[in-house]
């Protein structure tokens, strides 16, 4: 098991841009590491994805061209992040980051390993 905490959520405006991050207690070179997000009222979904190597790196069609993962296995303690650049009001959730040993996949049945969520809003 390792814990997850994510941090750097906020309130921007519309086309802004935020970074969060996704602090590991352990080193997580070899898990997955995958963002998903819950908006007001839906159905928690998956935003996007990094491999243990960083060499698998998924989206979905919504955040495509706008979001990009990245890792650093070089820290003390291995961060994720998500980079969100020209934010939308459709983009307003709780962003999650999940770790898994052996997924790959979007389904966030996948993952057992989960933070406690960072909120993001963005305004019109």
């Known amino acids: 098991q390792v814990q997850l905490v994510e941090s750097g959520g906020g309130l921007v405006q519309a086309g802004g841009s935020l970074r969060l991050s996704c602090v590991a207690s352990?080193?997580?070179?070899?898990?997955?590491v995958a963002w998903f997000r819950q908006g007001p009222g839906k159905e928690r979904e998956f935003v996007g994805l990094i491999s243990g190597s960083g060499a698998i790196i998924d989206y979905a069609d919504s955040v495509k061209g706008r979001f990009t993962i990245s890792r650093d296995n070089a820290r003390t303690q291995d961060t994720v992040y998500l980079q969100m650049n020209s934010l939308n009001p459709e983009d307003t959730a709780v962003y999650y980051c999940a770790a898994s040993t052996w997924s790959t996949s979007r389904v966030m049945e996948t993952y057992d390993n989960w933070g406690q969520g960072t909120q993001v809003t963005v305004s019109s």
């Open positions: 352990a080193r997580t070179f070899r898990y997955h």
